[in-house]
């Protein structure tokens, strides 16, 4: 079931009319849809019902605090990666014991931050953070609960600036600098190994890289079984791809069938740290035609997003499939969609078939939920786009357009 969809040619999120949205929150604005992440956090969740597990969501994908109160309240816990994930976390009302933080860079504040939340772990990536979170927990005196990231070597088959589990790759520890890890933090005051973490990579469109690096983790827990360190949680991290345009990744019940048959008899508990899945089909970014151009070698449709609003094709050269909030039958044309940044690699879609569409005329970017927003900036000082929740027929505003003012505050407020 798709809740954005076209009824007699006008666009739909769920019950609400996207030109309704439009009309009342202006462009560009991004709109979700809370029965898709209801669907979609379900429909992964459920997929390890065989095996003790905890979902938690990957903030870095959409971190807007009502949806992450959405998911919350299904149960979802969170992977965080930063002291500011952990801030929106809390607000959100996820509880200190369901969630994991992972990321190379964590600061002394940032650890003592997560110390005081009570997180149920640390997903540390280097020797210099297990004793960076050793010596904090020390000086909190409570003990602070750690798994190491294994980088499995392992190649995701993905777009290279999101693989992480590959040798050459800046994350986690290879497995004999891990095995002197966990060797280490058995040995410190104030930390218990109680997990193997793991995490190769985003958008996988195939099961087998997963399979290929649980098989090395489960080889890794069983050497830490040898040395007697004991843990309780295997997680897997997140990045199960979706459909953008023509990929077919695998369905989470497959995903989690593959897991359950590997990890049945084991007394793990699995963590999952799913981002994309649970919200990049959830939401589009809908915007306005500002103009069209003519040059004598292209047509270029120009609109009032940019990649500010919209990073992933310029950064990743990734496809969103674009299409007009009310349609009408016209000429088909080859155009590129441009914003108004002063950048070349300003586009959110290059020599795309498209029907002549006229300025004045909305826009939608399809898949853009996740890694749309959160990647947004204010380049060329322009504000971020508004973000609007549709829950059946209601639409909720969940971040304002912001101002100019918002612009200067922080320059200001000195
Ligand atoms: N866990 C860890 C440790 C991660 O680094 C990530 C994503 C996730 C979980 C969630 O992965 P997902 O399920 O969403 O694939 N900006 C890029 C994606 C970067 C992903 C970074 N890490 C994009 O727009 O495609």
């Known amino acids: 079931m798709n809740h954005f969809e076209y009824r007699d040619g006008h666009l739909f999120a769920e019950e609400v009319p996207v030109a309704d ?3 009342h929150h202006g462009t560009p604005t991004y709109v979700y849809s809370a029965a898709t992440f209801r669907r979609h956090f379900q429909a992964f969740d459920s997929a390890f019902a065989g095996l003790p597990h905890l979902v938690c969501y990957s903030v870095k994908a959409n971190s807007n605090i009502h949806i992450l109160k959405l998911l919350g309240e299904m149960g979802a816990g969170v992977d965080i990666v930063s002291g500011g994930e952990l801030f929106r976390a809390l607000k ?6 369901k969630i994991v933080y992972s990321g190379v860079a964590k600061t002394d504040e940032e650890i003592e931050d997560a110390l005081r939340a009570g997180i149920l772990m640390f997903n540390a990536e280097s020797l210099g953070e297990i004793a960076a979170i050793d010596a904090a927990a020390g000086r909190l005196g409570v003990r602070a609960r750690i798994s190491l990231r294994i980088n499995p070597d392992v190649d995701p088959k993905t777009h290279p600036y999101i693989s992480t589990g590959m040798k050459k790759n800046k994350f986690g520890l290879d497995m004999d600098t891990a095995l002197q890890g966990y060797i280490m933090a058995r040995d410190m005051k104030n930390l218990d190994p109680v997990g193997i973490d793991c995490h190769i ?4 469109t195939t099961l087998e890289p997963f399979l290929e690096a649980l098989d090395k983790v489960l080889g890794f827990y069983g050497k830490l079984k040898d040395l007697g360190i004991y843990v309780n949680y295997l997680d897997l991290g997140g990045g199960l791809g979706i459909t953008y345009d023509e990929e077919e990744p695998p369905q989470p019940s497959a995903f989690g069938a593959a897991l359950t048959e590997r990890l049945k008899d084991l007394p793990l508990t699995l963590v999952l740290e799913p981002g994309r899945v649970i919200c990049g089909n959830a939401g589009i970014l809908v915007f306005n035609t500002v103009y069209t151009k003519q040059t004598p070698v292209k047509k270029f449709v120009i609109v009032d997003a940019a990649m500010n609003d919209l990073v ?5 050269g990734s496809y969103h499939r674009i299409e007009e909030v009310d349609k009408k039958s016209r000429p088909v044309e080859t155009v590129d969609v441009v914003g108004g940044i002063c950048e070349s690699t300003d586009f959110l879609a290059r020599d795309r078939e498209m029907p002549a569409v006229e300025p004045g005329e909305c826009l939608a970017a399809f898949s853009a939920g996740a890694y749309g927003m959160t990647m947004s900036s204010q380049y060329n000082s322009r504000r971020r786009a508004a973000e609007v929740l549709v829950d059946g027929r209601e639409e909720k505003l969940i ?5 100019y003012e918002d612009l200067i505050e922080a320059e200001l407020d000195l």
């Open 21 to 23: 949205i439009v009309r």
């Open 92 to 97: 959100a009302g996820i509880p200190g014991e």
């Open 201 to 204: 990579g985003s958008q996988l």
């Open 312 to 316: 992933r094709p310029s950064l990743y």
């Open 399 to 403: 971040r304002r357009r912001e101002t």
